[in-house]
């Protein structure tokens, strides 16, 4: 733990010497994970990965306040959802350690939860592109409902990603905008926003078979284009009406955090950091 601490402290106080400015204190950095994807192999319990997380995350904001923080989880349920250990995509899930619920309410310092999904790597070939279809609408829904009825937090689809052909690419992409910008359009906190991966250009290889090339993959960047401009839109009804309600949330921010967080992706997550949200959360 203690050169995972060091580690930290010599990441957020590194100088970026394009700025001039250390990463704790750059808004051009949104926020940051704990770990990518972390798991304790071994431990049903979710006890380990707990204790972990605690420690880390209020070390972390020691040292940054301004940065919005999150673990990094793949999204595997555990006891704290026990209607949904059904949806669990691989076998052993309770195994990992983690617990999608528990781990991301068990932190003052987690500002927004995270979930991915990887179906072509978590199923074999009995699994069709129909059945790995309905498996991501649950798995989106599922969350998207936890994240607002249990954690009534932000929830960021960190990462996903879907082999070819575009048109199977392109209807899983759309069923998750779909949600998405319905979600956000009606005000809820919880669609805060979607990274597929990955998007590069023609001169990186495909090595995982995942990538998005623009304008090459025309069809799937012309979705996401129009998924952004959607998205903004409906930010922006929502940052006017936050600002309606309540209009001293700013306020009651430190105000280099509050313009960090509303300059850095949404006005959602500029509400995840306001006092007001924090106070209505279990």
Request: net charge neutral.
């Amino acid at each position: 733990r203690s050169w995972y601490k060091n580690y930290m402290r010599h990441l957020l106080t590194r100088v970026n010497h394009l700025r001039g400015v250390e990463y704790r204190a750059d808004p051009a950095i949104f926020a940051f994970n704990l770990l990518n994807e972390p798991r304790v192999q071994g431990d049903p319990t979710g006890d380990k990965l707990e204790a972990w997380i605690r420690e880390m995350a209020a070390y972390f904001k020691q040292i940054d306040r301004h940065h919005m923080l999150t673990i990094g989880m793949e999204g595997f349920y555990g006891t704290s959802s026990p209607q949904r250990l059904k949806d669990n995509p691989i076998k052993g899930d309770l195994s990992h350690g983690t617990d999608f619920v528990r781990h991301h309410r068990c932190s003052p310092h987690i500002d927004f939860a995270t979930f991915h999904a990887w179906p072509d790597d978590w199923f074999d070939e009995s699994c069709t592109d129909s059945c790995r279809l309905r498996f991501m609408d649950q798995w989106v829904k599922g969350h998207l409902d936890e994240a607002t009825t249990k954690l009534n937090m932000p929830l960021l689809f960190e990462e996903y990603g879907k082999s070819r052909p575009l048109s199977v690419r392109n209807e899983v992409f759309k069923r998750i905008f779909d949600k998405y910008e319905r979600g956000a359009r009606a005000g809820s906190p919880a669609q805060a926003g979607t990274l597929l991966w990955i998007l590069s250009a023609r001169e990186y290889s495909d090595y995982d078979g995942y990538t998005v090339y623009c304008p090459e993959d025309a069809s799937t960047c012309s979705m996401l284009s129009l998924h952004v401009s959607k998205m903004r839109s409906a930010v922006g009804e929502v940052k006017a009406k936050v600002t309606a309600i309540s209009p001293t949330s700013a306020k009651t921010q430190p105000s280099d955090q509050n313009s960090y967080a509303t300059t850095s992706y949404s006005a959602l997550a500029s509400y995840a950091m306001s006092a007001d949200a924090k106070a209505h959360r279990p």
